[in-house]
């Protein structure tokens, strides 16, 4: 009986420390797929697109079109995306760890920004000025002529061994593979 006790605990850890890297693997394959279509389609529309890791996951900037900042592309394949518990992302672009951005709000549409300048107006006597202190900035270019920002973004799980690394060169070119931790 504690032979197969043994033997059943075994078996079922293995099973569970399997169960965590189909996982890892799978968010690892969906960020590079990801990269991937943004490549895409900046190059398919003529787009430039940004790319930031942030404390929840990572997401997707374009330029704002009436001045010149970015913003979130808020709805659609690019929206904001969470990184699924336990794991976290680890960015690195000329060899240099990148802390994650803090999310903020995705930008009102034009018709939010009227009825909220409207309402503002009725409320108080001065507008509100853009605060710098919400300005999104991309971490990685995506560019419509097919190149990016070079970087290593590394899917990791606190005190596991094993992560996954999704690269991207200069060209646009995207991998991912499994890494170990070095000691």
Do not use: C
């Amino acid at each position: 009986m504690v032979i197969i006790g043994v033997l059943a605990t075994l078996v079922s850890l293995a099973v569970s420390g399997r169960a965590v890297d189909d996982r890892m693997q799978a968010e690892s394959r969906r960020l590079e797929e990801l990269l991937r279509l943004a490549s895409d389609e900046a190059q398919a529309k003529g787009l430039e697109l940004g790319f930031r890791q942030t404390t929840e996951g990572f997401e997707f900037l374009t330029p704002d079109t009436d001045s010149p900042r970015w913003v979130v592309v808020a709805e659609g394949m690019f929206r904001p995306r969470q990184i699924a518990e336990p794991f976290y992302l680890e960015l690195r672009v000329d060899g240099r760890l990148l802390r994650p951005a803090i999310s903020v709000a995705p930008e009102p549409t034009k018709n939010e920004q009227q009825e909220s300048e409207t309402s503002k107006h009725r409320n108080s006597q001065t507008p509100d000025k853009k605060d710098d202190s919400t300005r999104v900035e991309p971490q990685l270019l995506i560019l419509s002529s097919g190149e990016m920002t070079a970087f290593t973004l590394d899917l990791k799980l606190k005190d596991h061994p094993q992560f996954y690394r999704v690269e991207g060169s200069e060209l646009g070119q995207l991998t991912s593979a499994r890494q170990e931790e070095r000691n």
